[in-house]
């Protein structure tokens, strides 16, 4: 289940900025910058490990991942909240 379907509070728009692992993660894990933003800006927020946030968002696929067919990629974003920006550490794809 997807956590957007949540109806928790929606996080201010601070500007998103990907570390240099979590921008390195994006193609190894097949997600796009602008799914780990759209996640970050549209689902709830909770609790990660070591004082960190999350969220999940779940989109339609359709179509080969690693060469195996999948109907749905969920993007999990890891990340703080910084006075002025949001970080994420690292990105996380699943395929179902």
Known sequence: MSACED???VPPPKP????G?????????GT????????????PWQSAEAGRLECRRDFALQGEWNGRWYATKQVRPIFVEEPT???VVTVYSYYF
């Open 16 to 19: 998103i900025r990907l570390t």
């Open 85 to 87: 920006e949001i970080v």
């Open 32 to 43: 796009s910058e602008q799914e780990v933003v759209e996640t970050i800006r549209t689902c």
């Open 7 to 9: 109806t928790g509070t």
């Open 21 to 29: 692992h979590a921008r390195s993660q994006l193609g190894y894990r």
